[in-house]
C-alpha cells in the first residue's frame, strides 16, 4: 500500500517548484527529453543518474520501508528529483517513474555540482530539498537498509548509531516489541540468535555485520577513486576535518577524506553545543557534523567511510595513505584530523560492557535506553557537562563523577550553573569507579569517595565516560614527531634538533599547522597544544587549507 511522504510544515520547501526563469537556467546545465508512460528514469539502488527537472507530464517517486510499504510523491511542473544520495555519487534510495508521459530536463551529477556551486539561488533551493527530504526519510524510517535487532544488544546499538552518524535513512524493526515480525524473519531465513541483523537494498543479509561491511554493501565508497592523486587528503571527519574539506573544496582543490567511522568526531557526541559561534540556541554536534557534510559534498569533496589509515608512507613525495583494506591514496599534501578517543575506565572487565550499559557519547538513542532510570557520568570537561544536563531530561537522576576537587578547572561556567540548578543531577568530586558489575548487561556500579576512602555501590545500569583524551596518531610514530603525550608536534614547537632528524631540507621552517614532514598538516585534536573546543577545530581546519595552497605552489 502506497502512502505520501510526510512533509513536516515545509513541504513548499520539500519539494520546491522552480519559476519558469529558473528553469530555463537550469536547462543551460543539461538536456531537454521527452519521457512515457511508465518509463523508469531512475531505479532504487541504481548508482550513477541525473537529476530530473518536470516540464510536462507527471514523474512518481517511491521509497520502500521495512514491510515492502512504499511512500509516494507527484511531481509536476517546476519540481525535480534527487536528494543527498545524489551529489557524492552514492546510490539512489527512490524509484522514480513516469506516470503521465511528457518531458523533462535531464541534469547529469557533474554538471548538478557545477549549479549548485555556481548559482546561488538555486544552490539554495536544491540544497535545502535535498537536505529536508533526507529528514524526512530519517523520520518515516525509509532507506534502503533494514536492521532487525534488540535494545538489549550492544551491536545493535553500535549499527544504529553508525547509520545515524552517517545521516543514512533506515528501518528499525525490534525483535523484542515489535509485532509480526516472525514473516519478516521466514522471508529472509534469519533467527533470532543471529541478530543483530542488516538487510541492505532487500537482497544481502548481513548477520552482525561490522561498519565497513554495512557501508560496502550500501556503496558508501563505490564512486570514490582512490588512484586518483589528490592535492589534498584529509584523514578524519571531525570538526576540523570537514572544516579543511569545505574550504579546499570550494577553492577548488581535489579533495579526499578518509574517515574510520562517521563524520563528526567526538563533537558528533555532542548532545547539544551551545558557545559555537552563530548558534544562540545551541546545535548538537550530528547536526553540525551532517551539515558540514553536505556543505563539503557540495563543493565535490568525496570522503570514504569507515575505511582506517593504518600508514603514512613519508619517504618520499608523493605522501601515500594506506588503509585497512591494502588500498593506498596518493596526494601532493596530507592533513591529519584523526582527532583524540575518550581514556576508557581502568577496569578490567570494561570492555564487555561497551554498549552494554558503558557509553561513550550521549545522543538522543542513548537517552532513549536510560530513560527514568538512574545513570553515572564519569568527566569534568564540557563533554561530560553537557552529557549529564542532556541526559538529566529523561532519566530519573544523574550522578556526575569527578576526580578532582570541582568542574571550574575543564568546564564552561555556563554548563557549571546549569548543573547547580538542576536537581536531577547530583555532583561527586573527588571520587572515581572502582568496579562495574553484571551478566550481560550492567547492573552495578562501585565508586570509591578518595577524602572518606568509603565505597559505594548502586543499582545502577547506564554508565557514561568522558574522562581524558588519548590521540590517535600510534599509525604515525614512524613519519612525524610526536610529543611526550602523543599528540603531534606542529610549526614552531618543532626544535631544530627534531627537525634535523626528520631530515627537513627545506630553507623555510615549518608553517604554523606544519609537521615535521614538509606538506603534512595537523588540525584539531590530534595537534599538539591544540585548545579543545570545536571552534578552534573548525579554525585550524580553514588555515591549514591556506597553507596547502602555499605547500602546492612550491
Not at 230 to 239: F, L, M, Q, S, W
Request: proline share 4%.
Amino acid at each position: 500500500m502506497a502512502v505520501p511522504l510526510t512533509l513536516g510544515a515545509r513541504p513548499e520547501q520539500v519539494f520546491p517548484t522552480l519559476t519558469d526563469e529558473q528553469i530555463e537556467r537550469v536547462a543551460g546545465h543539461g538536456r531537454k527529453r521527452a519521457v512515457q508512460g511508465g518509463e523508469v528514469l531512475v531505479e532504487a539502488g541504481q548508482q550513477h543518474y541525473p537529476l530530473f527537472v518536470v516540464l510536462d507530464g507527471e514523474v512518481e517517486g517511491t521509497v520502500s520501508s521495512a514491510f515492502a510499504v512504499s511512500t509516494v510523491n507527484t511531481l509536476r511542473r517546476g519540481q525535480f528529483t534527487g536528494e543527498l544520495n545524489l551529489l557524492p555519487g552514492r546510490r539512489a534510495l527512490a524509484t522514480v517513474r513516469v506516470t503521465e508521459p511528457g518531458s523533462v530536463i535531464e541534469v547529469g551529477r557533474d554538471a548538478l555540482l557545477a549549479l549548485v556551486q555556481n548559482d546561488g539561488e538555486l544552490s539554495e533551493i536544491f540544497m535545502r530539498a535535498f537536505v529536508l527530504r533526507r529528514v524526512a526519510l530519517i523520520d518515516r524510517g525509509l532507506g534502503d537498509v533494514v536492521l532487525l535487532g534488540s535494545s538489549f544488544s550492544a551491536d545493535t546499538l553500535r549499527i544504529q548509531e553508525f547509520l545515524a552518524r552517517n545521516a543514512h535513512p533506515y528501518s528499525y524493526v525490534d525483535l523484542d516489541r515489535d509485532t509480526g515480525v516472525q514473516e519478516l524473519l521466514d522471508r529472509f531465513d534469519v533467527s533470532a540468535d543471529d541478530i543483530p541483523v542488516a538487510i541492505c537494498r532487500g537482497e544481502a543479509v548481513l548477520r552482525n555485520p561490522s561498519n565497513a561491511e554495512i557501508a560496502d554493501c550500501l556503496g558508501f565508497n563505490e564512486s570514490v577513486d582512490t588512484t586518483r592523486m589528490r592535492d589534498v587528503v584529509i584523514v578524519g571527519a571531525g570538526p576540523a576535518g570537514l572544516a579543511a574539506a569545505v574550504y579546499a573544496a570550494s577553492e577548488g582543490l581535489d579533495v579526499l577524506i578518509i574517515e574510520s567511522d562517521s563524520p563528526g568526531g567526538q563533537a558528533a557526541w555532542s548532545s547539544r553545543i551551545e558557545n559555537y559561534l552563530g548558534f544562540p540556541s545551541g546545535i548538537s554536534g550530528q547536526e553540525l557534523a551532517a551539515r558540514a557534510f553536505s556543505q563539503a559534498e557540495k563543493f565535490g569533496a568525496q570522503m570514504m567511510i569507515a575505511k582506517r589509515a593504518t600508514r603514512l608512507h613519508c619517504r618520499e613525495r608523493p605522501y601515500a595513505i594506506e588503509m585497512d583494506n591494502g588500498a593506498r591514496v596518493a596526494a601532493r599534501t596530507m592533513i591529519i584530523a584523526t582527532g583524540a578517543e575518550y581514556r576508557g575506565l581502568p577496569i578490567q572487565n570494561v570492555g564487555r560492557f561497551i554498549g552494554a550499559g558503558v557509553y561513550y557519547g550521549a545522543t538522543p538513542m542513548e537517552s532513549r535506553l536510560c530513560k527514568g532510570e538512574d545513570v553515572i557520568v564519569v568527566g569534568g570537561g564540557n563533554a561530560a557537562g553537557q552529557a549529564a544536563t542532556f541526559l538529566a531530561q529523561s532519566a530519573r537522576r544523574v550522578v556526575l563523577i569527578v576526580r578532582s576537587g570541582g568542574l571550574a578547572e575543564g568546564m564552561s561556567r555556563y554548563l557549571i550553573r546549569r548543573i547547580e540548578e538542576m536537581p536531577a543531577i547530583e555532583l561527586r568530586t573527588n571520587c572515581q569507579i572502582v568496579a562495574l558489575e553484571g551478566s550481560t548487561h550492567l547492573e552495578r556500579v562501585r565508586w570509591r569517595d578518595e577524602n572518606s576512602g568509603g565505597e559505594s555501590t548502586e543499582p545502577i545500569r547506564h554508565l557514561f565516560v568522558m574522562t581524558g583524551a588519548v590521540p590517535a596518531t600510534k599509525w604515525l610514530k614512524e613519519c612525524l614527531v610526536l610529543d611526550e603525550h602523543g599528540f603531534i608536534k606542529t610549526g614552531p614547537d618543532l626544535s631544530h634538533d627534531e627537525l634535523e632528524a626528520a631530515r627537513w631540507l627545506l630553507a623555510r621552517p615549518p608553517h604554523l599547522l606544519e609537521a615535521s614532514r614538509p606538506g603534512v598538516f595537523a588540525v584539531g585534536d590530534v595537534r599538539g597544544g591544540n585548545i579543545k573546543r570545536v571552534s578552534s577545530a573548525v579554525g585550524e581546519g580553514s588555515i591549514a587549507v591556506a597553507f596547502v595552497h602555499q605547500v602546492l605552489r612550491e
